[in-house]
């Protein structure tokens, strides 16, 4: 009889584990299924502290999931002013043997771009002039010259941004030519295997820019283009360099070296800098290895062969 009770308490103990991991796992599927569909702000779970509750990891684990659920990812998820990583982070959209390959229609509006940064440089869709950004606003120096505030709809091929947080200033005080000026940049480099962002205010003595008509299909590749470009020459004028320097590593993606534009304090000129002699100013760079790059997905770009040494056609149109 004793032996018979000490196998009945031990069903009954084992079916009640049975009937408490069936609706643990039941409450458990429950509650995925209800975090996934829920569309409501993160909850503020209570934990049961100083315990050694097994239900704190699990609580952890539901917690966790729902936050995981209301982040912005894939494609365009957009920096959040508590990511610390992506605010420093240099944002690229396309690379620039796709630019040099005569691929000049993009998916990224500039609305989508505002989100990644503040300050950058680029281009638009059908190579429709220069882009610049300074200070949260962006600008479109067309090929006659002009320059325009860019929409929101307006979209783009190839640009590099970034919320710019410069880590040094440099005053200059005395007169230099652009080879000058990018060689005292050089001497500011932490190394040269970093990304940095360049902005330099300042009074310039002479400023010689370029840009590009809009263009139509069939496309010709960037530097045959860049044979027949609109360039602009001025003098004592004041205004704002942007711009990157990027590895040599990097060549294929962007530019390596410097690859600068201007726009005058007056917001009525501007370009891709092609020289300039600065008379004083103020030199600020930001440095950063974070680098987060985009690729269209167009079909002309997944089937585009982009392997191809392009270095000369890069220095025939960008330098």
Not at 182 to 209: E, H
Not at 282 to 296: A, C, G
Request: aromatic letters at 10%.
């Amino acid at each position: 009889m004793q032996d018979r009770q000490i196998r009945q308490n031990i069903v009954t103990t084992n079916c009640w584990y049975f009937l408490k991991i069936t609706i643990t796992l039941s409450e458990f599927f429950k509650s995925i299924i209800f975090l996934l569909s829920s569309d409501e702000e993160p909850l503020e779970l209570p934990l049961r502290h100083n315990t050694m509750n097994s239900e704190n990891p699990f609580v952890h684990f539901l917690h966790n999931l729902h936050l995981h659920r209301n982040q912005p990812h894939g494609r365009h998820a957009s920096i959040e002013e508590h990511d610390h990583h992506g605010a420093y982070e240099i944002f690229q959209v396309s690379t620039v043997n796709a630019l040099i390959e005569g691929l000049y229609d993009g998916e990224i509006s500039y609305g989508e771009l505002r989100k990644h940064g503040d300050f950058g440089i680029g281009t638009f869709n059908a190579l429709d002039g220069e882009m610049i950004a300074l200070d949260g606003k962006f600008f479109q120096i067309k090929g006659d010259g002009n320059v325009n505030t860019v929409s929101d709809d307006q979209k783009t091929p190839f640009a590099v941004v970034q919320f710019f947080k410069p880590n040094l200033s440099v005053e200059i005080t005395e007169e230099k030519t652009f080879e000058e000026l990018t060689r005292q940049c050089d001497a500011l480099l932490q190394g040269k295997n970093c990304f940095y962002t360049i902005r330099v205010n300042g009074f310039f003595k002479s400023m010689k820019t370029r840009s590009v008509h809009r263009q139509h299909r069939p496309y010709k590749p960037l530097n045959e283009i860049t044979r027949t470009q609109m360039e602009f020459e001025f003098t004592d004028i004041e205004g704002t360099i942007a711009g990157f320097c990027f590895p040599d590593f990097t060549k294929g993606l962007n530019v390596p070296g410097y690859h600068l534009h201007f726009l005058s304090h007056d917001r009525k000129s501007g370009g891709h800098i092609l020289d300039c002699t600065m008379n004083s100013g103020k030199l600020f760079i930001d440095h950063t290895s974070n680098f987060h790059m985009e690729l269209p997905q167009r079909k002309e770009f997944l089937e585009a062969d982009l392997a191809k040494d392009t270095r000369k056609a890069v220095d025939e149109a960008e330098k």
